[in-house]
C-alpha cells in the first residue's frame, strides 16, 4: 500500500492509491489527484470525511470483494451509495446484479425496503428499486415524509404507487369469488347462498 486513509472515527485504511484511482472517475472526489494527503511517519495520509463503518464498506467496494463478513448495517450501506458516487465510482456498475455490494445490500432489504427504494431512487439505481419494490406491497404510502417524496423524485414515486395499486387490485380479484363449497353434509349447505353474498360483499369493501 502506498496510501493511507484516516476515517472520521479515527480509523486507518491501508489502500493502493493506483486502485482508488482505477475506480474513480473524479481522482478520488479530487483528494488524490488534488494532493490532499499530507506526509506522516506512517506514510501519506489522507483524511476523508466517512466513519470506519461506511468507508470499510466503499474500500471494499472499489476492490471489487464482499464486505459481507463485517456485516454492515442498514445506515452503512446506505451512506457508502453516496460516498462512493462522491469518489466518482460508477454505481451502474458497482452496484449492478452479482456485484458484492449489490449482493449485501439485498440482504438487507427485505427489513428496510423503503429505505434502500429511496437510495436506489436517488441514484435512478433501477435494479436496485426494482429488487426493493417487491418487497412494498402492503406498504403504505402515508407512511412517507414530503421530504422521502421528493429524494426519491417524481418517476419512481409513480412506479412505487403503481405497484401498490395493481397488487392491490390482484389481491381484490383473487378473493372476489367465494371459496368452493365443501362436499355436501346432511346439516350444511342450505344458506350457500347467504354465505356466498356476505363473502361477495365484504370482498368489495377490502
Known amino acids: 500500500s502506498d496510501l493511507i486513509l484516516l476515517s472520521s472515527d479515527h480509523v486507518y485504511f491501508y489502500a493502493h492509491s493506483r486502485q482508488l484511482l482505477s475506480e474513480s472517475s473524479s481522482g478520488f472526489d479530487s483528494l488524490i489527484t488534488g494532493k490532499a494527503y499530507k506526509a506522516t511517519p506512517l506514510g501519506r495520509m489522507l483524511a476523508v470525511e466517512e466513519p470506519a463503518k461506511v468507508l470499510n464498506v466503499v474500500l471494499h ?5 464482499s464486505c459481507a463478513q463485517y456485516f454492515p448495517d442498514k445506515d452503512a450501506l446506505i451512506s457508502s451509495i453516496g460516498a462512493l458516487a462522491r469518489y466518482g465510482v460508477s454505481l451502474k ?3 449492478s446484479s452479482g456485484m458484492p455490494l449489490y449482493t449485501s445490500i439485498l440482504d438487507a432489504v427485505p ?3 423503503i429505505d434502500f427504494y429511496i437510495a436506489a ?3 435512478d439505481l433501477f435494479d436496485l428499486a426494482r429488487s426493493a419494490s417487491t418487497h412494498l406491497g402492503t406498504f403504505r404510502l402515508d407512511r412517507l415524509t414530503e421530504d422521502e417524496i421528493a ?5 419512481y414515486y409513480k412506479k412505487l404507487l403503481a405497484m401498490i395499486e ?5 389481491v381484490k380479484r383473487l378473493i372476489r369469488l367465494p371459496p368452493l363449497p365443501h362436499a355436501p353434509l346432511p346439516d350444511c349447505g342450505r344458506d350457500r347462498p347467504l354465505v356466498e353474498r356476505v363473502w361477495i360483499s365484504a370482498a368489495s369493501g377490502a
Open 166 to 170: 395493481r397488487r392491490s387490485d390482484t
Open 121 to 123: 431512487a436517488e441514484r
Open 93 to 95: 456498475l458497482r452496484i
Open 61 to 65: 467496494t472499489m476492490y471489487g470483494i
Open 111 to 113: 427489513n428496510n425496503a
Open 151 to 155: 429524494r426519491m423524485g417524481v418517476r
